[in-house]
């Protein structure tokens, strides 16, 4: 796979950012908004129902897996800068996967073994791990360092990241032993299943987006807003931290 800054090229700079504008808006308001931790926070009927349940619950658990994943914006984030520039499916399963891993552990092992992170710090983290990506995509690290991180590296160590954000919430909302490990697993699935989803939606957004001349002189600006929204995530959680 080559990356557009792998080839020594660099985004355009200047380019218009008004396109992006509105949904930058938008997602500064819902961040505002938000309650403490929305990233990786649960609905009120999700929590309830987490907390009562006991024993093996395996399809409720794929629902609240996968619920989570297509409306947890930090993961989709993420995602779409890791496939901002990969065209081959190959490379797209590949880092998906690097990805996928990642997560699955961390959330598995921190909820099985109780290995929990305070939420606000976990969160601005994985804030950090959007900024690190649209950077990347930037070509930033070669202009500023004349060096290239391991992309594929990074996408599995930002993965754990985003599993011990996970793990660290369901933890708080102390889900019942009985069954907790087909239910994690059951859980897990539907997070897969969730990403699945999500990353479709994105594939087809992309690719149609690709098509168009917009694409290469809009690609910089893209990026500076996911970088800004990633900024605006750790601004919160760590606002979040320090006021609780």
Request: glycine letters at 10%; a neutral charge.
């Amino acid at each position: 796979m080559q990356l557009p800054h792998d080839r020594g090229d660099s985004l355009p700079l200047g380019v218009d950012l008004r396109p992006f504008l509105s949904f930058l808006l938008a997602i500064f308001s819902l961040t505002l908004l938000s309650t403490a931790a929305l990233a990786h926070a649960v609905a009120e009927g999700d929590k309830g129902y987490i907390q009562e349940i006991s024993g093996i619950n395996i399809l409720p658990f794929i629902y609240l897996g996968a619920k989570h994943m297509v409306t947890g914006y930090d993961h989709i984030l993420f995602l779409f800068g890791v496939i901002f520039f990969l065209y081959r499916l190959k490379d797209i399963g590949l880092y998906v996967t690097l990805f996928a891993v990642g997560h699955s552990t961390t959330m598995l092992l921190g909820v099985y073994f109780n290995i929990g992170i305070n939420s606000y710090i976990i969160d601005a983290i994985i804030g950090l791990s959007v900024v690190y990506k649209a950077l990347d995509n930037m070509g930033a690290y070669q202009r500023w360092f004349g060096w290239q991180p391991n992309t594929k590296a990074a996408t599995l160590i930002f993965g754990f990241c985003h599993g011990f954000g996970l793990s660290s919430k369901i933890i708080d909302y102390n889900i019942a032993p009985d069954g907790l490990l087909p239910n994690l697993l059951a859980f897990n699935v539907g997070v897969e299943i969730g990403q699945l989803l999500a990353l479709s939606a994105i594939l087809i957004v992309m690719g149609y987006w690709r098509r168009t001349d917009s694409f290469w002189r809009h690609a910089y600006s893209a990026n500076t807003v996911m970088m800004t929204l990633g900024f605006v995530l750790i601004g919160y959680q760590l606002t979040g931290y320090f006021v609780s």
